[in-house]
């Protein structure tokens, strides 16, 4: 009796099995093996730390030696859910890093483009500049930063006051209102946070099909709605990236804000979550209640980065 050829159906179903099986092979995993190694040496000890003196009375007898550390449970994380000051500091970070990060991500976006429509010196000018604001250190930065907005001889102050009718004469940008403080600061955390995102998204730019736009320009795409339906679509993954880079980043901010300060006023109005932190728990020798906070910080990391997270999952069972 003739055995039966295998359908195409059977045959179809084999090979999908076959690139499957090839798709879950075990070597990826084994490869990731190392750099999970060094993430957990370099980050997870400090983790576990922080977690640990969360639940501990952790102060400055303790931090000498004197006295042994003494677990409290949960009196650290109560102290600091009680704080209508850290809401405060918390929220006012929170707002903060989202404002910061968008205008960022937006004026990145645009430098990028511009990149992509100027040739020759024009763009190797930009680039140019683009990296020095980069590389540029962050203390030699804001030492500049703070000259140009100095009350007394801010150059500032001094090109507004050239502005008839505007009196600027000895405003204080970084010692008065606490608003025109974070104006300020959101504009120098922009400024050096700027030329990664124009940078990346220039490298996402040059991988979009220039046939493809052409194509659609001559169906009659208007400049908008190619920008909308092709470029973005297709760099979605990079814009998607810095933003949250820059999110992380501007919600951890310390030494632009820790500088503004010691030029202007240091009061709790002018906190951030990480000059906060710093000053409760080693300013004020305060390790648990500083790590308790750091805790939070990690969580609300995670809540913002939830979205990217969410999504690289998605693509991923895809």
Not at 21 to 43: D, E, K, Q, T
Not at 63 to 91: C, D, H, M, R
Not at 140 to 165: C, K
Not at 252 to 260: A, D, G, H, K, P
Request: aromatic content about 12%.
């Amino acid at each position: 009796m003739a055995v039966p050829a295998p359908t195409t159906i059977e045959h179809d179903r084999r090979a999908d099995e076959s690139v499957g099986s090839r798709r879950r092979s075990p070597v990826p995993y084994f490869l990731l093996i190392p750099a999970i190694a060094i993430l957990l040496f370099g980050m997870g000890y400090p983790v576990v730390w922080q977690v640990i003196t969360s639940f501990q009375k952790y102060g400055a007898l303790q931090q000498l030696g004197g006295k042994p550390p003494e677990f409290v449970g949960l009196e650290n994380y109560i102290a600091v859910a009680t704080s209508p000051t850290f809401w405060e500091v918390a929220l006012r970070s929170v707002i903060f890093c989202i404002v910061t990060a968008f205008i960022t991500v937006v004026i990145g976006m645009a430098l990028a483009l511009l990149m992509t429509r100027v040739f020759g010196w024009v763009r190797i000018t930009l680039q140019i500049a683009l990296l020095l604001a980069w590389a540029m250190p962050v203390v030699a930065a804001m030492t500049v930063w703070i000259w140009l907005f100095d009350r007394r001889r801010g150059v500032v102050n001094y090109l507004l006051d050239l502005i008839p009718g505007v009196d600027m004469n000895q405003y204080n940008w970084i010692g008065g209102d606490p608003f025109v403080f974070f104006l300020v600061a959101s504009i120098i955390v922009t400024w050096m946070s700027v030329p990664f995102v124009a940078f990346s998204a220039y490298a996402g730019l040059t991988q979009v099909s220039t046939e493809m736009v052409e194509a659609s320009q001559l169906d009659g795409a208007s400049g908008w709605q190619r920008m909308r339906y092709i470029v973005l679509p297709i760099i979605r993954p990079v814009i998607m990236i810095v933003l949250l880079l820059n999110l992380i980043w501007d919600l951890r901010v310390f030494t632009q804000i820790t500088m503004l300060q010691d030029a202007g006023s240091k009061t709790t109005s002018y906190d951030l979550l990480g000059t906060y932190i710093y000053k409760m728990g080693v300013a004020g020798l305060n390790f648990g209640q500083g790590a308790a906070m750091a805790i939070f910080v990690l969580a609300l990391t995670i809540v913002l980065s939830w979205f990217y997270i969410r999504s690289l999952l998605k693509e991923d069972q895809a």
